[in-house]
């Protein structure tokens, strides 16, 4: 098969030498792809939301498949661009339609569907500019700290969790009022769940499913979980605080309901779900649902799974997943991510990146980054993700830091905390 992946991150990479690696891939394209994915494929300059671009592509290099990486693309429609056109649509794409997309596109949409399927989540209410009162009026009722999200997308900057009361009827406000542009014209606002916080990932193929390793990534920039939220500075898998009992609380009050939620609701959703959870006791509430794999967690959740990718996702696109039974390594899986000073705010880009040769028994995979006059240069806030495996959670962060310590470039920042506050709910996982 040819396969074209749309996107430039570390799950893309990830993506990319899984299926490179495969014997069902025979040429493999990337867009617009990374210094990492051009180790694997041919990167193609163009943008993943750019379908005439991606239509030329998929003519001139007889693509069979497209995997779309993130979110953008999918609530764009690139599933549905594809369906409608006569010289595509006998590509598979595996990913939702726009419709399926909206568990992502809409955080009011996810919040009502979880509602009439009973998924257990939060309570909350939805407010536009019109009810900025009676949101305020709301917000007064809940305990704090009190949460604040935009509904649509916002590049992982729309969820707002505040202490105080009149902060937050100031923040919800200012969202109504363009904060976040366009994704803060109607806010979620919900009450705050004690608990812990992991996510679990499905690929469904509108019926069947089945279910991927999950996983616990990391926000804050900061040590300790201090500072602004990021795109992510870490994860582990699998996670010590899931046993098999949660885990089957997980599969039937929250996959179960999802899967046969959206067939209910007339989507055709073949794809990846990645469920955010919130273990509250020994009960799980949904906190978000996305519409693709995350990042960094691919970088550990793949990195566990042993079936081949090529076969999954043409299962996934062609309703067979009831055929597929999940290889899962027994091993302990942790990625550190090194980032750019400064980031999430402003950073530099452009610097020499030196030493990835020098790792060994830890995988680099790509994120922001590009080859430049011979050169790997660091592109982006999150440079490089590094993924290591151990028989436990000790072995396999050890091996992800001393890799961190290694690569070399200017103003590079990671967190050394990663895994830590796991380590000892049981030193065999």
């Known amino acids: 098969m040819n396969i074209l992946i749309l996107g430039s991150g570390g799950r893309e990479h990830v993506f990319a030498k899984k299926i490179s690696e495969s014997p069902l891939c025979d040429q493999l394209f990337i867009a617009p792809g990374n210094a990492g994915t051009a180790l694997c494929g041919e990167n193609l300059n163009f943008a993943v939301t750019d379908f005439q671009n991606i239509k030329a592509v998929c003519l001139d290099k007889k693509i069979d498949l497209i995997l779309p990486g993130g979110e953008d693309s999918l609530v ?26 909206m568990i992502e596109g809409s955080k009011d949409f996810s919040k009502i569907f979880m509602q009439k399927y009973n998924v ?7 407010f536009t500019n019109t009810s900025i009162t009676e949101g305020q009026a709301f917000l007064s009722t809940l305990k704090p ?25 100031e923040s919800l406000a200012e969202m109504l009022n363009g904060k976040f542009g366009k994704a803060s014209d109607k806010v979620v606002v919900e009450e705050f769940l004690d ?20 996983a616990k990534d990391y926000k804050r920039i900061g040590e300790g979980d201090k500072g602004l939220n990021t795109g992510g500075m870490g994860a582990v898998s699998p996670v010590p605080f899931a046993n098999a009992e949660f885990l089957s609380k997980v599969e039937t009050k929250v996959i179960v309901p999802t899967v046969n939620g959206l067939k209910a609701e007339g989507i055709d959703y073949r794809g990846f779900i990645f469920i955010g959870l919130m273990k509250v006791g020994n009960e799980p509430y949904v906190i978000e649902y996305n519409c693709r794999m995350g990042d960094p967690e691919t970088e550990v959740v793949l990195h566990r799974v042993e079936n081949d990718l090529v076969e999954l996702l043409k299962a996934t696109c062609t309703g067979d997943l009831k055929n597929i039974k999940m290889q899962i390594s027994a091993a302990t899986a942790t990625t550190v991510f090194l980032v750019s000073g400064g980031y999430p705010e402003a950073f530099e880009k452009g610097f020499e990146i030196t030493h990835i040769d020098a790792v060994n028994d830890t995988t680099v995979y790509h994120a922001g980054t590009k080859n430049e006059g011979g050169k790997v240069v660091t592109n982006g806030g999150r440079v ?35 895994a830590q506050d796991l380590i000892h709910y049981n030193e065999h996982i």
């Not at 661009?81 to 997309?101: C, E, R, T, W």
């Not at 608990?195 to 999950?214: A, H, K, Q, R």
């Not at 890799?403 to 990663?418: G, S, W």
């Open 76 to 101: 764009a429609g690139i599933a549905d661009f594809i369906k409608a056109d006569a010289q595509l649509n006998h590509i598979l794409v595996a990913g939702p339609s726009k419709a399926g997309a």
């Open 120 to 126: 257990p989540t939060a309570a909350y209410q939805t």
């Open 145 to 169: 700290p009190f949460v604040l999200k935009a509904d649509g997308l916002a590049a992982g900057k729309g969820v707002l969790i505040i202490d105080d009361l009149k902060e937050a009827q």
């Open 195 to 214: 608990g812990i916080e992991m996510s679990c990932f499905v690929l469904s193929d509108g019926t069947n499913y089945v279910i991927l390793p999950e």
């Open 384 to 418: 490089i993700a590094l993924t290591s495996t151990g028989n436990n959670m000790k072995e396999a962060i050890a091996k992800s830091m001393q890799a961190a310590e290694l690569i070399q470039y200017t103003n590079k920042y990671y967190r050394k905390d990663i």
